[in-house]
């Protein structure tokens, strides 16, 4: 089914980067440059670690059995920059009953992370590029296919499509419920087979999403942007690092301690910023 985008004059209009911005991210650590192209950071609560996907070499969705997962302390000490191999070009990632879903271009790749074994696959045969994945409280399979202009649900194992006719479409957040989608420089609500804006004009290819706990999100812009958006569209840039060609892709983000990590893509490294 095509996508039905729902635009809000009266919300779009006028929006533009609040002259006072309330939040900003402040410089913690780096880690060492050993990460090979870090397209993905996720945190994992319950193990407190970092997970970076690596997609390793110069194109990105290529199907050559280079990409792999590296782990990554909370402290930025690298635990092990290629931890889990046999992977194509892995990009976003979430967790559900314990086990670790990577994006891998057509495929759903699962890991038990305290073992670093891959339990299982759900091939996508579909599929040109998958990107990024969230699931929600029942455990269905949210994934976006950036090359092929889709959302995908997988309910039960089995994979169909919700939206079609994208454009681009990257970051997928189910939060409280909702499904929100990053899709050419907008961001979403998800609903049914409609995708409504909530705000417009984040440059930089939209890449990565994260809820704050008060309210909003931290959207990351592969190019290097990265901003604050809140329901009402009200958007705050955080980071520009477009000049220097410093790319944050999809990012990580520890809601308690209210810290950002920031994988920067051609850079292989990661960064970590307090949100303040």
């Known amino acids: 089914m095509k996508i039905k985008i729902l635009s809000f004059c009266l919300l779009v209009l006028g929006i533009s980067l609040s002259s006072q911005a309330q939040h900003s991210l402040s410089k913690k650590w780096e880690s060492e440059a050993r990460f090979k192209v870090p397209e993905s950071v996720f945190f994992d609560k319950t193990n407190q670690v970092l997970y970076v996907t690596n997609i390793d070499g110069t194109d990105p969705w290529a199907k050559d059995g280079a990409g792999s997962l590296g782990k990554l302390g909370l402290d930025g000490h690298i635990i092990a920059a290629e931890w889990i191999g046999g992977l194509n070009a892995p990009k976003g990632m979430a967790m559900y009953d314990g086990m670790l879903y990577i994006a891998d271009l057509d495929q759903i790749v699962i890991v038990d992370p305290s073992t670093g074994i891959e339990v299982s ?24 296919d950036s090359k092929g202009g889709k959302l995908y649900r997988i309910k039960n194992g089995a994979p169909s499509v919700l939206l079609d006719g994208l ?34 004009g984040l440059e930089g290819f939209t890449d990565g999403i994260e809820p704050v706990k008060e309210g909003g999100f931290i959207v990351s812009c592969w190019a290097g942007v990265i901003y604050f958006v809140d329901l009402t569209g009200k958007k705050e840039l955080l980071i520009d690092g477009r000049q220097g060609k410093i790319n944050s892709a999809d990012i990580g983000y520890d809601p308690e301690k209210r810290i950002v990590y920031v994988p920067t893509f051609w850079k292989n490294s990661v960064v970590a910023y307090e949100l303040k």
Request: aromatic share 6%.
């Open 167 to 200: 454009k681009g479409p990257n970051g997928v957040l189910c939060h409280k419920g909702q499904v929100y989608l990053l899709n050419d420089g907008g961001l979403y609500k998800v609903e049914g087979d409609e995708a409504k804006l909530i705000v417009d």
């Open 121 to 144: 696959r759900i091939t996508i045969a579909t599929a040109d590029g998958l990107n990024d994945v969230s699931i929600d409280e029942q455990g269905v399979i949210f994934v976006t």
